[in-house]
């Protein structure tokens, strides 16, 4: 996601209702707005067109609708916003948000088992890389 434009946080609960979905219209997404954060159809139209523009949607003409799909697979998408997040707001440094996930009560037995599977596969991986002055 480097070399797209960077997407803000209403932009990515766009992106992020869309790639739960699947495909989306600007209707379900709009529904999804209003419900959620009161806002409007055109205001999901603004954001689903420049998500578009940006290289994160593709849009499609189904059964005379357009319908807006993710141009990458949701946990890829994920990732980059992550990625994105961390080199930005948090300025590359992962400290803040180790921090929050350690304050997080409700964590899952599935989501902490991802979180031990990722701190595993993060120390092979310094484990392979060379040290320095060797």
């Known amino acids: 996601m480097r070399n797209k434009p960077g997407v803000g946080r209403a932009e990515g609960d766009v992106l992020r209702f869309i790639a739960e979905s699947g495909t989306a219209s600007v209707t379900e997404v709009g529904d999804y707005l ?16 420049r998500l578009r523009t940006k290289g994160f949607l593709t849009r499609k ?17 994920m990732s980059g916003i992550v990625e994105d997040f961390v080199g930005g707001v948090l300025g590359g440094s992962i400290s803040p948000l180790v921090a929050y996930l350690g304050r997080q009560t409700e964590v899952s037995s599935d989501q902490l088992e991802e979180l031990r599977r990722l701190v595993k596969s993060l120390d092979e991986s310094n484990e392979e890389q060379p040290k320095d002055g060797n």
């Open 34 to 49: 209003a419900a959620t954060k009161g806002l409007t159809r055109n205001t999901a139209l603004t954001m689903m067109e």
């Open 61 to 77: 003409k189904v059964e005379g609708l357009y319908r807006y799909a993710p141009v990458t697979a949701k946990e890829t998408l």
